[in-house]
């Protein structure tokens, strides 16, 4: 079984830029997470979907980023303008349903300069 | 308030040294899970183990086991005879039976010397 897809898996752009991260889940997993990672630090949630609903996006900074689950299969990711404090990595991660195990993609290391 | 505890920012051992890895964690919560992930340099966050709080029987696959103790709210995990491919950053998490907001640690990184 395929894991969670995560493209690109390195993005490196200069402040002000737009980046757009895509995500393909295991497939039948409902659920879909956005997480940010720093340096040294574990993941932190931004937002979780179920199916192509945003159930939980209050740790989302909306005012520049966004995010979209439009058939409830496959995500996109946004930042528009990224700013030099956005250098992270992305991590995506599914699951059958919010109260099950949470599966990670390989994560998309963004360097913002 | 939840919160996850991992003070060993950075082990060191040998191949075929055993490891033990800590993770305390705090919760007012009678019911939830804790996890263990690995992070290897690739970036993907590998899925170890989920234990329910009440089931505190300590468990065992291959070269991996898990000590699960409520009294000291510890959730530690184990290498026996380590390789150079356990090498990464391992993660503890907590969650909150019925949520699915994970609480990570800050993580520890093994590194497997040959």
């Known amino acids: 079984e395929a894991g969670v897809v995560q493209s690109p898996r390195y993005k490196i752009i200069e402040k002000k830029q737009p980046v757009a991260f895509w995500c393909n889940p295991i497939?039948?997993?409902?659920?879909l997470y956005w997480y940010l990672q720093n340096l040294g630090q574990g993941p932190e949630l931004l937002i979780r979907?179920?199916?192509?609903?945003?159930?939980?996006d209050s740790q989302l900074p909306k005012d520049r980023f966004s995010a979209e689950r439009l058939k409830g299969v496959d995500s996109t990711l946004k930042i528009q303008p990224a700013e030099l404090g956005d250098s992270a990595v992305y991590l995506c991660?599914?699951?059958?349903?919010?109260?099950?195990?949470?599966?990670f993609g390989p994560g998309t290391r963004l360097l913002v300069l | 308030a939840q919160k996850v505890t991992q003070a060993q920012t950075e082990i060191s051992v040998v191949e075929k040294e055993d490891v033990t890895l800590d993770c305390v964690y705090e919760?007012?919560?009678?019911?939830?899970?804790l996890f263990w992930y690995k992070q290897p340099p690739s970036g993907e966050l590998v899925f170890l183990i989920r234990?329910?709080?009440?089931?505190?029987q300590n468990e065992i696959s291959g070269r991996y086991s898990w000590n699960f103790q409520k009294s000291t709210s510890s959730f530690n995990f184990t290498i026996t005879a380590s390789q150079v491919v356990d090498s990464a950053v391992y993660f503890c998490?907590?969650?909150?039976?019925?949520?699915?907001?994970?609480?990570f640690g800050t993580g520890t990184r093994l590194k497997v010397l040959a």
């Open positions: 998490a907590l969650c909150r039976s019925g949520t699915y907001k994970y609480i």
């Open positions: 991660a599914s699951s059958t349903g919010s109260q099950e195990t949470q599966y």
């Open positions: 979907y179920e199916n192509e609903e945003a159930v939980d």
């Open positions: 497939s039948g997993h409902n659920t």
């Open positions: 234990r329910n709080s009440f089931d505190e």
């Open positions: 919760t007012r919560d009678t019911t939830y899970y």
